[in-house]
């Protein structure tokens, strides 16, 4: 619980920032590359600025400014590479959601500069400077998160037929209304996916585990889990369905793991057997469900998945559960509702998913088991085995219990 309280304050550990990400990126000092891109950045707006002031001179003026202005975006372009470093920043430009952005960018100042020494073409020249400017924005906002989608949103149109708008059946009179309309009907169509299943008081909320017989079978041989460096995901993947949740009200799924007793494990003569006290408790982090949050119909209108789970034995701080080797542990699911001060609506666990943290299979019954079930590991299967179909999932209810108000 305290683990849960952390993520809920916001205390618990993050992943590395941006900011990090620059300092490590090149091999020049920070103070260095400071200065390079400041900079650069100076000499690209006064470049740009005395564009402008050249615009008024007669004749020449036209031709100034749109060398001036190509100029001062190649210096203001130029002042980011020394921030990531070229090669980094250069891959980041060609990446497939800034292509077309960055050649028609890069294309516009180059035929700018032609206009305006070889061509002599002043209009010429204007347009691509129009261009400059279009693409650049476009190519900047892609750096700024659902900036491009805000932008999509705000410029979007309603379906056209032959030369004039339809909005009669949305009943707005202008593309704006029509537009919001949109949306607003989209977020009413996820609210009704769900809505069959919910129950705004919370009291008939249930919380079912999917595969059951799946995990009852890997308990009946005690299940292993292999926890890595990196990390490794889990399998069976944890799986539940949940109704009675108020369907407009804001969830966040989150899950963790804790040791079912009080002591160490080893596997002796094909069985497992307790060896001595574990190991003091490790501060792993807790996993929150990536759609989180979310409205309560959302969750319940199918399966949650907690797919995405790694299981590891180093704390490396990427968001990954540490877990020690050689303990057992049983994952616990925690719905919160947000939207206002953070309420635990549910604390969940299920005695089926029991398993013991391994660094290699002990038990061959699980690694025949693990290689017949999961669809990854088929290839070790012989070519002559036929296919074998999963368990069939048999709903049961988890063990769930009603917890206290937690304050964000």
């Keep these: 619980m305290d683990k849960l309280k952390r993520v809920l304050s916001g205390h618990d550990a993050e992943e590395p920032s941006g900011l990090t990400e620059v300092i490590e990126a090149t091999s020049l000092g920070w103070g260095t590359r400071v200065k390079g891109f400041i900079a650069c950045f100076v000499i690209g707006c006064l470049c740009s600025l005395l564009g402008s002031c050249l615009l008024w001179i007669p004749k020449k003026g036209l031709m100034l400014f749109a060398v001036f202005y190509t100029l001062g975006n190649i210096a203001s372009i130029g002042s980011t590479l020394f921030l990531m470093g070229p090669m980094k920043q250069l891959k980041r430009m060609f990446e497939p959601t800034r292509l077309i952005a960055t050649t028609v960018m890069l294309l516009c100042l180059i035929l700018t500069l032609c206009s305006a020494f070889w061509w002599h073409k002043r209009g010429l020249a204007l347009l691509f400077c129009i261009l ?37 059946d949305l009943g707005c009179k202008k593309p704006n209304d029509c537009t919001v309309s949109r949306l607003l009907s989209v977020v009413e169509s996820e609210l009704r996916a769900g809505r069959d299943k919910g129950d705004p008081t919370e009291k008939q909320l249930q919380v079912v585990l999917e595969d059951a017989t799946l995990w009852q079978r890997f308990r009946e041989v005690t299940n292993e889990m292999i926890v890595t460096k990196n990390g490794r995901r889990m399998f069976p993947v944890l799986k539940i369905s949940v109704s009675g949740l108020d369907p407009n009200a804001m969830y966040s799924f989150l899950l963790d793991f804790a040791p079912t007793d009080g002591h160490r494990w080893k596997y002796v003569n094909g069985e497992w057997v307790p060896a001595g006290k ?9 996993y929150i469900h990536p759609d989180s949050p ?48 953070h309420r635990m609506v549910m604390n969940c666990s299920f005695p089926e998913t029991q398993f013991i943290a391994v660094t290699a299979y002990q038990n061959e019954e699980i690694t025949a088991l693990k290689i017949k079930y999961n669809p990854f590991a088929k290839a070790f299967l012989d070519a002559k085995e036929s296919f074998l179909s999963q368990a069939t999932a048999f709903p049961i209810l988890c063990e769930c219990t009603t917890s206290s108000i937690v304050e964000a």
């Excluded at 693409?135 to 004039?164: H, N, Q």
């Design 132 to 168: 400059q400017f279009f693409a650049l924005a476009w190519y900047s906002i892609s750096f700024i998160p659902f900036a491009r989608d805000a932008v999509k949103k705000c410029v979007s149109l309603p379906e056209v037929s032959g030369s004039k708008v339809v909005m009669a």
């Design 278 to 286: 574990p190991e003091p408790p490790n501060h792993s982090c807790v």
């Design 294 to 341: 979310n409205f309560g119909a959302h969750w319940m209108k199918a399966a949650i998945s907690f797919s995405k789970v790694k299981l590891t034995n180093k704390l490396n701080g990427s968001g990954q559960i540490m877990l020690n080797s050689l303990h057992k542990y049983e994952p616990q699911v925690h719905i919160v509702r947000v939207g206002g001060p």
